[in-house]
């Protein structure tokens, strides 16, 4: 496990442009699969996109695919989610996760799959 800090949340009008990032907490030189999840007020935690370790490549889900970017730094102990086009629906709580044991290039895209997590971000969007 690594400690994982997120920053960026907010409130933001519908059609607006926000940036979250998440940060690895300890020195590290390693690169892990890390992905960006939310959970809105009574639902489940919901998979938004994965950001590979070995090439940096990602993968969204369909609600978001198109408005929202997950990218790494040059320093690899940060990612960040730029989302753009926020509607009213995106209104939750997003939470980066990272998979530090027994990894490949696989698409993870269960919570119970990642064993680091943030502390959660509340994201916003006023209609």
């Known amino acids: 496990q690594v400690p994982l800090v997120e920053s960026g949340g907010g409130l933001v009008q519908a059609g607006g442009s926000l940036r979250l990032s998440c940060t690895i907490s300890?020195?590290?030189?390693?690169?892990?699969?890390m992905a960006w999840f939310r959970q809105a007020p009574g639902k489940g935690r919901e998979f938004l996109g994965i950001?590979?370790?070995?090439?940096?490549?990602?993968y969204y889900t369909d609600s978001v695919k198109g408005r929202f970017t997950i990218s790494r730094g040059n320093g690899k102990n940060t990612v960040y989610l730029q989302m753009t086009e926020l509607k009213p629906e995106d209104t939750a709580v997003y939470y980066c996760?990272?998979?530090?044991?027994?990894?490949?290039?696989?698409?993870?895209?269960?919570?119970?799959?990642?064993?680091?997590w943030g502390q959660g971000t509340q994201v916003t969007v006023a209609s």
């Open positions: 300890e020195r590290t030189f390693t690169t892990y699969p």
């Open positions: 950001i590979t370790w070995s090439s940096d490549s990602t």
């Open positions: 996760a990272a998979r530090t044991t027994y990894y490949s290039d696989s698409i993870y895209r269960h919570s119970y799959e990642y064993d680091s």
